[in-house]
């Protein structure tokens, strides 16, 4: 066969695998129409209308409350899904594309990996179990707790997949943890094709052999990737919106891999794991081979109350006092907003929460440890990690700390090896359920980690 | 019911705020409607920009350019916070036809409050039909059918389809006029536009509604920014 024109390739690069709206193709009218014509792209409808039930072909969205009308003097009103509107309208007479044309070429990388640094055994356990996975175009659970050292765990099965012409897939449900992880990816894969794809970010994905991607993005995919793995399955959005497991498997090509990480597994991927239903490896380790810290409980006399009027109680204040003393950096959650910047006005700590101007700065300048402490909302409680730091949270039995966001935001401390010790504090009225398993949890997977010493 | 800018369904979250003094909006949520501002004195008579002075800056300039000015004035709802302007983009660029349904009656009260005896004719700011092509409806006119249901689209077109937003403040102030009438227009017209800048648009489709014999404009404009 002979190869295609040099164009047409370029453009298979570009939309093979993908559902893109017309202004998504940005090519001219012209190209556009030829494309049609040769039916190289081909439309989609981008609402499925049936027994008037509507769902949008790009994101799945049944509910109809998120779906619009816009009417029409002229014809039959025009019904637009409102669920993905941020990322262009998909409406009855919008339509979705579809690459049709000859298939791109990927260049093969033999040796992708270009990272020196060890695993631990159990590090290596998961690594083959996910190479055997990819071989076997089969599903793998990664349960680790938080600071197992996860994305070197993923290396090997990365560059495996890689250097067998597999297209590979990380989606992770904040940009933050994209913005952190594509330039290790880069620095420890060089000579691969990668694209960071967030929401605002300017990258495109050409085919790339590796996708680093908000969970959203996924959402512009069909049938393009051989191994995605998910990452913090149990984490918002994947886990509240229904639709988004779906555009997860439309993503993925018919015969692939999909690999699931966990610190926190939900009730239902806990039962699939007991029942064995998903294939599950865990790690109950931290890469430096210390145990988890273990979250101290301070209860606290009416401190709704205190916290009401304004009053820091004493016992935080003293916790607060003997991390500056010993200059200790912490970080310091709060329930809500407005907690949080009551909190920093009285204690001159700045605070971040998910749409404050300056988070990225914050965030930054606390890494770079010209800010000794930061209070947060929960927005900190994962993915993003700083080393040597003490936490504690402030109305730990507030419905917004469930045991996940417990023990994830526990999970924050004690990271660095050079000080796998750190301090947990749970300030609070009423011990709450989810504080009594975060605890349990701690201990468990410590006498686990224990066993397999 | 849900709300229209954040989706959530408002039953959940009823307050007593909601009990005390019943919803203005039953579109909106109590809280995304809280983020909305409204435009606060003092303003200019004139346009309604925030000005000390009861005649603005902006509203002299246009009288020196124009010698005289074809508007004779302009009520605006909202002023344009972070919060408007995401709605704002969510209903123009991406297309929420929709979320216009959380100011439909407060343009009605307004609509009352100032201009219910002037016998007006409702015309909303047309679009060229390149964009209404492209978004699929006209946010002025959308706007338009919260007063009622048959503005007038046929008098005013518009021809180019140049963007207001990527020209400058000068070029914008100075710009051909892109509006021509089919018809001879209504004596009193009241024209609608979701957002009031620096007041060219309106005041182009007003010169061009006078010289075709029209005797008095007057605007409604959501935003004055
Ligand atoms: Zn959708
Ligand atoms: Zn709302
Ligand atoms: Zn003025």
Redesign the pocket.
């Known amino acids: 066969m002979n190869n295609p024109p040099p164009l047409i390739e370029e453009l298979a690069r570009r939309f093979t695998g993908k559902l893109l709206l017309k202004h998504e193709l940005n090519v001219t009218q012209r190209l556009f129409d030829y494309l049609t014509k040769h039916h190289l792209i081909e439309p989609l409808p981008g609402i499925n209308q049936t027994f008037h039930i509507n769902t949008?072909l790009?994101?799945m969205?049944r509910k109809p409350h998120l779906f619009g009308k816009i009417p029409s003097n002229s014809t039959s009103p025009t019904i637009y899904?409102k669920?993905?509107i941020q990322m262009g309208r998909?409406s009855t007479r919008e339509p979705l594309y579809i690459w049709k044309g000859p298939q791109p070429k990927r260049p093969v990388v033999d040796q992708p990996l270009q990272w020196h640094g060890e695993l631990t055994p159990l590090q290596e356990k998961a690594s083959d179990q996910m190479v055997e996975a990819i071989a076997s175009q089969s599903q793998l659970l990664i349960y680790a707790v938080c600071g197992a050292g996860k994305t070197e765990m993923l290396y090997k099965g990365i560059a495996h997949a890689i250097s067998q012409n597999k297209r590979v897939c990380i989606a992770t449900p904040r940009a933050d943890v994209v913005k952190e992880l594509a330039p290790r990816l880069r620095r420890d894969f060089p000579a691969i094709d990668a694209a960071a794809l967030y929401g605002g970010s300017t990258e495109k994905d050409f085919n790339a052999h590796l996708v680093i991607a908000t969970t959203h993005q996924l959402l512009r995919y069909q049938h393009s990737f051989d191994v995605t793995i998910v990452d913090e399955v149990d984490a918002f959005p994947y886990h509240h919106d229904r639709s988004l497991p779906k555009v997860v498997k439309r993503a993925t090509k018919p015969n692939s891999t999909l690999i699931f990480l966990t610190a926190t597994p939900r009730l239902d991927m806990k039962l699939r794991i007991a029942t064995k239903q998903i294939p599950t490896v865990s790690i109950p380790v931290r890469y430096h081979g210390h145990p988890l810290p273990i979250p101290t409980f301070k209860s606290i006399f009416r401190l709704q109350k205190q916290l009401e009027q304004l009053q820091i109680p004493q016992v935080i204040t003293k916790w607060i006092n003997e991390r500056e003393q010993s200059q200790r950096r912490f970080l310091l959650f709060a329930p809500t907003i407005t907690l949080a910047e009551e909190l920093s006005k009285k204690l001159k700590i700045p605070y971040v929460h998910a749409d404050s101007p300056d988070r990225n700065y914050l965030i930054q300048q606390f890494r770079a440890r010209n800010i000794k402490a930061l209070i947060t909302t929960t927005i900190l409680e994962r993915g993003v990690t700083f080393p040597s730091i003490d936490v504690a949270i402030i109305q730990a039995d507030h419905q917004v700390f469930d045991e996940a966001a417990l023990i994830q935001i526990a999970g924050r401390a004690g990271r660095s090896a050079h000080d796998p010790t750190g301090d947990v504090t749970f300030f609070y009225e009423l011990k709450s359920n989810a504080m009594v398993r975060a605890r349990q949890y701690t201990i468990n997977k410590n006498s686990e980690a224990e066993r397999l010493k | 019911m849900y709300c229209h800018i954040c989706f959530k369904s408002m039953q959940e979250e009823t307050t007593w705020k909601d009990l005390l003094t019943p919803k203005l909006f039953e579109y909106i949520c109590t809280e995304c409607e809280d983020q909305f501002e409204r435009n606060s004195s003092p303003t200019c008579q004139k346009c309604m920009k925030r000005s000390e002075a009861s005649i603005c800056h902006d509203c002299k300039l246009w009288q020196q350019i124009l010698t005289t000015d074809p508007l004779e004035q302009n009520i605006s709802i909202y002023t344009y916070n972070d919060f408007m302007k995401d709605a704002i983009a969510r209903f123009k660029y991406r297309g929420d036809y929709e979320i216009q349904m959380v100011w439909r009656k407060i343009i009605l009260e307004t609509f009352k409050k100032y201009f219910i005896h002037d016998k007006l004719t409702i015309m909303p700011i047309p679009l060229s039909e390149e964009r209404h092509q492209e978004r699929g409806f006209n946010q002025a006119e959308a706007l338009a059918t919260s007063i009622t249901y048959e503005p007038d689209t046929k008098t005013l077109i518009r021809i180019d389809s140049g963007k207001q937003s990527k020209k400058s403040r000068y070029e914008r102030m100075h710009s051909a006029n892109p509006f021509q009438t089919t018809q001879p227009p209504p004596k009193h017209i009241l024209l609608i536009d979701d957002i009031f800048t620096t007041g060219t648009t309106i005041r182009q489709c007003a010169q061009t509604l006078k010289q075709a014999g029209a005797q008095s404009i007057k605007s409604l404009t959501l935003i004055r920014s």
Request: hydrophobic share 10%; net charge positive; glycine share 0%.
């Open positions: 949008c790009r994101c969205n899904c669920n993905c998909v």
